[in-house]
């Protein structure tokens, strides 16, 4: 049985897919926590789609935590995808070099009507 941190991530499955919502900030005072709850996740599910649209602030904890789930998904041959992305995310896998790598989305468009 998986026991995910409910305040920091929602998760919605269905099989062996899965839909991730990151819905915290993706630094060092999350880091810990989210790792675990992660870590279940990849070993539970074959496909794994990730909302990082509620991602606020991001330190290298977060970026690192977000290369390891993508190394990890890899590993074994499992299938890894971001999907929305928060614009102070996109940004800053943009400005690392990351992008590619993580084969992250731009940001999403937001409404300013």
Partial sequence: MMNIDNELLDLQ???EHALLTIKCDLTV???????ESLLQIV???????VDTLGVGETDV???????SLRQQMVNKNKVLEFTLASPLLAETVQLLGLRS???FPAAAATDKS
Avoid: H, M, P
Wanted: a negative charge; proline letters at 0%.
């Fill in 13 to 15: 499955s269905e099989g």
């Fill in 29 to 35: 005072s999350n880091a810990a926590r989210l790792t």
């Fill in 43 to 49: 070993d539970q599910f074959d496909f794994l789609k």
């Fill in 61 to 67: 904890a977060g970026i690192q935590l977000l290369l």
């Fill in 101 to 103: 790598t993580l084969n």
